[in-house]
């Protein structure tokens, strides 16, 4: 693994966070919390500016569905009707560029019908794959513009941050087109650990970071470059910020329109659980994948209606827990009407989807069934929930018998020390 700072250690920077936006007057105006403004995102900034400032360069633009203008065009194709701009490829993440693959997969690479450009397949490509592909585009700028939703192991932030090594690597510009965090600004979570950095966590970060993909690439550039070859130095790097956005809101209250950034994440409610329930990919309950509700549907056979009982009768803040019953049409327990619960949110910004998941881990591992996924390929680290939470302490805890308070109490020193470290890249206030 590349060589990192140490998160815990925080301290030094402040000194890196200033060269990497440009002024106001370079980008957009200073963004803030709204006061009758309509919230704007970056890509609506740029386009509303004739894409100025990609003039003149070799444009390549790392997307998906979610890279839209408000009037739902996409910024590809807004791009590619300004002849004077120079698109020389698009570059797909896991998804695809047009978002049809499931979970784990991609597109292949293909041309698209619509502006003829090339579509290349990036899901999975590292660092040194991506330049490979930067370079045979030709592009000296690269654009990332995708809804992100807040959390560690949603995998297009990992992405972005190995284009922006690549980048930095083939000396191309890095342009990020900023959108809103729909979970907003609440920091929450264990933190990623060395040993347990995968394709859900590449680097030492907080499970729910509070940032934007914005203010994650200058985190990203401030804190967690590889140190080896180019001496360490950063990326250039320059990000496009949300007007009109309050950090402390969710999707619900931005008035932008929803567009799903996979095929399990339909509504921004999916969005809001997810930095929790994502929890049940690492156990043998079905996490509500092939239902209409992905996310907020858990439950499996060997649940009963006493597990919802026992989550109300925890009054966490702002949700109720419904007995619900699925069957699946894919994924775990296909076919086979699975009990449990459907999570209905209250009051969104009130929610704590990591203590309300680990409340709902809990109650489960009561029953005799329960069991955690197991990845038979990888006999280091064989628990997905490690991986998913950044080390084996959240599955020893909840094992040994713990309580959601004593779990979740275990890691309030490393959210503070990520919110401390995170401080100088923060855009909005």
Known sequence: MPSRRSLLAG??????AAPLLPAPSATAAAPGRPDGRDVVPGADVAAARGWSMLRGRKVGVISNPTGVLRDTGHIVDSMAAHSELEIVGVFGPEHGFRGSAQAGGSEPEFTDPRTGLTVYDAYGAG??????LFTRAGADTIVF?????????????????SAMVAARSTGARFVVLDRPNPIGRRADGPLMTEEFT????????IQQHGMTVGELARYFNGELMPKEGEGGKQSELEVVPVRGWDPYSTAHGNGLPWVPPSPNMPTADTAVVYAGTGYFEGTNLSEGRGTTRPFEFVGAPYLDHRYSDRLDARELPGVRFREGYFAPTFGKHTGTTCAGVQIHLTDPRRYEPIPTAVAMLVE???YPG??????SWDTRRP???DKLSGSPRLREMIDAGKDADEVVAAWREEVRAFERTRRAYLLYR
């Open 11 to 16: 301290g030094a920077a402040a000194a890196l």
């Open 127 to 132: 660092a040194a794959k991506l330049a490979e």
């Open 145 to 161: 513009d995708i809804q992100d939703v807040g959390v560690r192991f949603y995998t297009y932030i990992w992405t972005m941050y």
């Open 198 to 205: 995968s394709g859900v966590g590449a680097e030492v970060i």
């Open 364 to 366: 489960a591992r009561r």
């Open 370 to 375: 329960f069991a955690w996924r197991q990845d």
């Open 383 to 385: 628990f997905w929930i």
